[in-house]
């Protein structure tokens, strides 16, 4: 069976988590690293035993021959780093979100289908051990039919938590409910409904934002709907970050500490309705815990190898990375002009630097890439501190 040769563009965090499942995994080695910073791309060829180290990305891969790049950098880099690598005929496995607006995506995928090669969003959450539980409680039938679903994040400053971690929670959406027809949204700054003054520069490289609080409805197909809420906590609380699936004959509750069934609709704290009752986690084929990588980031790197191998698309792909950003893309535009808005847009530009023109502001100022600094720096605009 072929083994795939993996080159990998970024060696920060994200970067060593994927290079690590990659190396790991049986069907596939990785052969080249590339960052700009030449520390970065020596530890991390070190740690893999990999001494193909690069500063550049085409004269990486026109030398190792790879069948699939890596994009592990920040968002602000995927589209320009994306075209180049697909420009080369490889595969792709890019970092969540696909990019920073729908223009640069819809470049993305049409210059993948162009190549005739895939585009895979690195949605780990959405093929990890404890998703692959609840997805198969809902085949089995356990909660019956699903009637809506909810999420909600971690806590971050909500325009940037939609960016950011939203993006895993919609993926999941998309898993158990499919296409999104519509979106409807209230976003808040300062207590207030957002103005074009409140669209601002994301922090982490994620484009344009707006909201400190955002909640969102999302229309599927039929009756069903899911609910999603990106609220600004102080502290930040990561066990709200969570998805639950509610069904006509029982609930799925998952976060990132495991996944629940409750045998009832309805939760009723007595005693005798409110046995959640844990969920066994569906690990990979062949997965040994001491490899060295986690089993979300195996499980990703298993499901492109049987998408390569079976010709079809990996289940996180880049049309539902591009979906995602739409669904996204619209949450701004309806909280913005408070309206509901239709999917796919017929407008692809970003929906808050439009609204920023129509009211004869430019773009944003740059601003700090750090989360600290930048949360610092959008209190003072807020006149919340010195």
């Known amino acids: ?145 699903v009637r809506y679903l909810q999420g909600s ?66 229309h599927f197909g039929g009756s069903l709907t899911a609910s999603l809420l990106h609220h600004r906590f102080a502290p930040m609380d990561s066990t709200g970050y969570m998805l639950e699936v509610y069904g006509t004959e029982g609930r799925l509750f998952w976060n990132h500490r495991g996944a629940w069934w409750l045998p009832q609709p309805h939760y009723v704290p007595d005693g005798e309705h409110d046995q959640w009752q844990p969920l066994e986690p569906v690990y990979p084929s062949g997965y040994d815990p001491g490899c060295g990588t986690s089993e979300d980031e195996y499980w990703f790197v298993e499901e492109y190898v049987r998408a390569l191998e079976e010709d079809r698309e990996h289940e996180c792909s880049g049309v539902e990375g591009r979906h995602v950003l739409e669904i996204m893309m619209g949450i701004f535009e309806s909280a913005a002009y408070g309206r509901r808005v239709d999917l796919p847009q017929e407008q692809r530009d970003h929906p808050l630097l439009r609204w920023r023109r129509e009211h004869g502001l430019g773009g944003p100022a740059a601003v700090q890439r750090g989360y600290g600094e930048w949360l610092a720096a959008e209190d003072q605009r807020l006149g919340r501190c010195d």
């Not at 959405?126 to 909660?143: D, K, L, T, Y």
């Not at 700054?189 to 074009?196: A, I, L, R, S």
């Open 1 to 145: 069976m072929k083994t795939y040769r993996i080159a990998l563009i970024g060696c920060g965090p994200r970067g060593t988590a994927a290079a690590r499942a990659y190396h790991a995994h049986p069907r596939t080695e990785v052969v080249a690293v590339c960052d700009r910073v030449q520390e970065l791309r020596d530890k991390l060829g070190e740690e893999l035993n990999v001494s193909a180290r690069f500063a550049d990305l085409e004269e990486m891969l026109s030398d190792v021959g790879a069948d699939l790049a890596v994009i592990a950098t920040g968002t602000e880099f995927h589209h320009e780093l994306a075209l180049r690598a697909l420009e080369c005929g490889v595969h792709i496995d890019i970092e969540k979100p696909l990019c920073t607006d729908l223009q640069q995506a819809d470049e993305v995928m049409a210059k993948a289908q162009e190549k005739h090669v895939q585009v895979a969003v690195h949605h780990q959450g959405r093929v990890a051990s404890f998703m692959q539980a609840v997805g198969r409680a809902v085949n089995e039938g356990r909660i019956g039919e």
């Open 153 to 218: 994040c971690k806590g971050y400053y909500g325009g940037l938590g939609l960016m950011n971690i939203g993006t895993h929670i919609i993926n999941n959406f998309l898993k158990f409910a499919g296409e999104c027809r519509s979106v409807t949204a209230m976003g808040l700054t300062d207590g207030h409904p957002v103005t074009p003054e409140d669209v601002v520069g994301s922090p982490l490289g994620m484009g344009t934002i707006a909201g400190e609080h955002i909640a969102a409805t999302l």
